[in-house]
């Protein structure tokens, strides 16, 4: 009995051979892959883009993966073995396999917009930013360019204009009176 059998469940073909002597040999080998097969993502790397994303912008990702020495899909193709990973590929990833972006994943645990922020804080938005540059707010990167800004404590001081007693001095107070956030690593600016 001669012939092939392919087991695409196991990705696998059996080779039956049988000799003149009546000896008989079965051979196994690995399906060959798909062009498309081929330049895929590996499925390992997309988790690892999935789970990331709760503590990082996509740029962060893209650096955190070529660090770690991973290479996108196309990069098995010969002309574009050094290939690595960019912003673009990354994005790419997350809106292919359907991930969370970044930004629900910060609204589902509550972090505001600027504009949300100024109205629970009766402050303008302005004065969000410029509380959030000089650290009396938290605030953390949805992408390169945008931040949502995490839901005030009790301690947040109320809008007020003095000379004497400036931003600055203020958020240093702030902080001495502060314990550190737990958590606060990873995309906090």
């Known amino acids: 009995m001669n012939g092939l059998i ?3 469940k196991d990705g696998i073909t059996r080779c039956y051979v049988r000799f003149r002597g009546g000896k008989t040999e079965i051979l196994v080998a690995e399906n060959p892959k798909s ?13 690892l883009v999935d789970r990331l994303l709760d503590d990082y ?11 770690k020495g991973f290479r996108p899909g196309a990069s098995a193709r010969r002309e574009r073995k050094d290939d690595i990973f960019t912003v673009i590929k990354v994005n790419y ?3 292919r396999y359907n991930l969370r972006m970044r930004y629900d994943r910060l609204r589902n645990r509550g972090y505001l917009n600027a504009k949300e ?3 629970k804080l009766g402050v303008h938005e302005h004065t969000v930013v410029s509380w959030a540059a000089v650290g009396i707010l938290k605030k953390r990167a949805y ?7 995490e839901p005030p404590d009790p301690n947040t001081p109320a809008k007020q204009c003095s000379r004497w007693n400036t931003l600055a001095e203020r958020a240093l107070k702030l902080k001495a009176t502060s314990k550190p956030c737990a958590g606060t690593e990873g995309g906090v600016v």
């Open 6 to 8: 392919k087991v695409p």
């Open 117 to 119: 922020m100024a109205k």
């Open 93 to 95: 990833l997350v809106h």
């Open 143 to 149: 992408n390169d360019h945008f931040f949502l800004y």
């Open 35 to 47: 062009s498309a097969q081929q330049v895929k993502t590996p499925s390992e790397i997309v988790e």
């Open 57 to 67: 912008t996509c740029s962060e990702i893209a650096e955190i993966l070529n660090e």
